[in-house]
């Protein structure tokens, strides 16, 4: 079982929309989780990094689930830059802090 | 402004031919990270430092190896760069270990 999954999408939205991802973690020791973007071919950019009371940072809004063991990215207003891979990223301190990927999930907005 | 820059952002190179890649960061960061990323994958975490304290992850094949000679710059060897070798390669630093992680732009390898 992977330490991370998500749903790859697409997710084809038109402009306005609103959208969310959820991803969900496998390991319960998981201590410190994040939403990167990545556009074609570029790095991973930091997006969000998300607080167990969950944080809201313009447009997007992250939330954890412990409970459950999935976090979630909610986007308002969706724009047309927007349009990106967005990867969810859970650090798990009981294994040297090691990072986790999930392979991301594609969102395209549409005009 | 403090950012992390690898070098170069293309590199071509020959099957078995050896080639280094190059991170250099300004943010003044413990952690150091070495990422192999291909088409529609995740990046793969191929090694890591705290401070001059080396981690390589086990399915790391012996082809690639690292050096990090001083805070600020870390090196990505790869001896005999095979076909599938062909990836992004990714730096990236963190201030301690399990805080957000910044990535460089990453270098592009073909091997021929």
């Known amino acids: 079982r992977k330490e991370v999954e998500q749903d790859p999408g697409p997710f084809n939205v038109p402009e306005g929309a609103t959208v969310a991802f959820n991803c969900t973690y496998s390991n319960s020791a998981s201590q410190s989780f994040f939403w990167y973007r990545q556009d074609c071919r570029k790095e991973p950019k930091l997006l969000m990094s998300?607080?167990?009371s969950g944080n809201e940072d313009g447009r997007f809004t992250a939330q954890l689930n412990r409970a459950s063991q999935y976090i979630s990215l909610l986007i308002r207003d969706s724009k047309l830059s927007d349009s990106a891979t967005y990867l969810c990223?859970?650090?798990?301190?009981?294994?040297?802090?090691?990072?986790?990927f999930g392979t991301g999930t594609s969102l395209t907005v549409i005009p | 402004d403090a950012m992390v820059i690898q070098n170069p952002r293309y590199q071509v190179t020959q099957f078995g031919k050896p080639v280094t890649l190059s991170c250099s960061q300004t943010l003044n960061h413990n952690v150091m990270y070495w990422y192999q990323q291909k088409s529609s994958q995740a990046p793969k975490l191929l090694f890591h430092?705290?401070?001059?304290?080396?981690?390589n992850e086990a399915d790391t094949p012996d082809n690639f190896q690292s050096r990090r000679p001083n805070t600020s710059f870390c090196f990505l060897d790869i001896r005999s760069p095979g076909l599938g070798d062909a990836a992004m390669y990714l730096c990236?630093?963190?201030?301690?270990?399990?805080?957000?992680?910044?990535f460089g732009p990453g270098t592009r390898l073909t091997v021929l």
């Open positions: 998300v607080y167990s």
């Open positions: 990223v859970v650090n798990i301190r009981n294994t040297g802090n090691q990072f986790y």
């Open positions: 430092y705290y401070d001059k304290d080396f981690n």
């Open positions: 990236a630093t963190s201030p301690q270990k399990g805080y957000e992680q910044f």
